[in-house]
């Protein structure tokens, strides 16, 4: 295998670019992002709910009860927060396709409110 110095991997202007662009980021990054966040949501809610059940347990001398509470609690909130973000991001993917020509008709939180359409005197 023959290595020249310039040919190195690191060395490619290219190679850093995807990295260290200062531009927006790119559509899988931003992909990525989310699901880390979606997961870090869920073990992290479901792990407090275990520590707060487990220290409380050993607090108040109520061994497995507290610690089951607290666990499944966790797992719940966890849940809800999964879910949570992924109707924030399903919303969000909605609206980019919409663009703003498909939201003329769209039916607002305002107008769902008080029983509208969005095309309100037509």
Sequence with gaps: ????????????????????????PSEAMVLFGNV??????????????????YFLDKWLGTEPWLLIIFLLLGI????RDVYREAMRLQRGAEAESAGPA????????DDDARGGSGCQGK
């Design 102 to 109: 498909g939201t003329k008709g769209a039916v607002t939180k």
């Design 36 to 53: 880390a966040t979606i997961g870090m949501q869920l073990v992290a809610a479901t792990f407090i709910g275990l520590a707060m059940g």
């Design 76 to 79: 719940v909130t966890g849940f």
């Design 1 to 24: 295998m023959n290595v020249r110095h310039g040919d190195r991997r690191m060395g490619r202007p290219g190679f850093l670019m995807f990295f260290f662009r200062r531009d927006k």
